[in-house]
């Protein structure tokens, strides 16, 4: 019995929900660094995290909608079905840990110049 997706097609995309998050951590954690660093404005700051925030969140949609509508056409496909709900579920992980990691970001100044 052959597989329907090559495996590491597979595996990538089962990572890439997670991959988008550490990212997006990564991403957040430079350009917050960064805007201490160079000095900009606390609102300059705030807009480029929001922004990657906003396209990580949008990268996780698209992947677990992708994922759920693999999920809706595959039947009985037991292995393709497997990969398919695991990518759905990671994906809403990948959802909670990006807005876990951008609570901060809306709670806190980005820099304390004090």
């Keep these: 019995m052959t597989p329907t997706t090559p495996r590491p097609r597979r595996f990538s995309w089962i990572a890439a929900p997670m991959a988008a998050w550490a990212l997006h951590f990564a991403a957040v954690y430079i350009l917050q660094g960064l805007g201490c660093a160079r ?6 700051t705030r807009i480029a995290m929001g922004a990657s925030t ?6 996780v ?5 992708h994922a759920w509508r693999r999920l809706r056409a595959a039947g009985d496909a ?3 079905r497997f990969v398919a709900r695991l990518v759905a579920i990671l994906s809403l992980l990948a959802a909670l840990a990006i ?3 951008s609570l901060p970001m809306f709670l806190l100044l980005p820099c304390d110049r004090g």
């Design 39 to 44: 000095g900009w404005a606390d609102g300059s």
């Design 54 to 59: 906003a396209l990580a969140f949008a990268a």
């Design 61 to 65: 949609a698209w992947i677990g909608t």
């Design 78 to 80: 037991g292995e393709t």
């Design 99 to 101: 807005a876990f990691t």
